[in-house]
């Protein structure tokens, strides 16, 4: 396992934003999947694997940065209709604690902030290990999931199908593939 030989003790890491990705999808018009990112992020990250429940996870996401690839889309998204990016422009999550599961999988607890109203959420977390990249930096890897209803969020826009059902689902899945080099 050379990844423990690299890193044995607490640290502190920043978002490496260039290789790392936020992620969500959601239910469209029943039989679909929408997919989209953010593009602007950043983060904070304490780590120590010798006591995992002793780490914290900062992350702060530009709400106006919402990419589905489809620029009508982004602009409806980043409207008062779902992200009310002009008034709240900032996404955030800030864990609460950390549990450690099996391995290398935690439990990672903490309040996530969209439109200005907080709920706690749990991120399914795995710890992906550290390298050492060509430029003698230490980077850590995490990947995390999560699913939320949106409408807890204030995030209500919808519209009926003809057909029975709604346009988009109220549960969001959420996905997070994050390198974080050491400080």
Known sequence: MAEAAVQTRAATYQVDTAHSFVEFSVKHLVVATARGRFTSFDGELTFDPADPSAGSVRVSIDADSVDTRDAKRDEH????????????????????RIEPRRGDDYNVFGNLTIRGVTKEVLLDTTFNGVAVSPWGQHVAS????????????????????????????????ISLDIEAIQQ
Do not use: C, H, Y
């Open 77 to 96: 998204l980043r409207s008062n209709d779902f992200f009310g990016a002009g008034d709240d422009p900032q996404i955030t999550f800030a864990s609460t």
């Open 142 to 173: 995490f990947s995390a999931t999560t699913e939320i209803s949106r409408k807890d969020f204030g995030v209500n826009w919808n519209a009926a199908l003809e057909g029975g059902g709604v346009m988009v689902s109220d549960n969001v899945k």
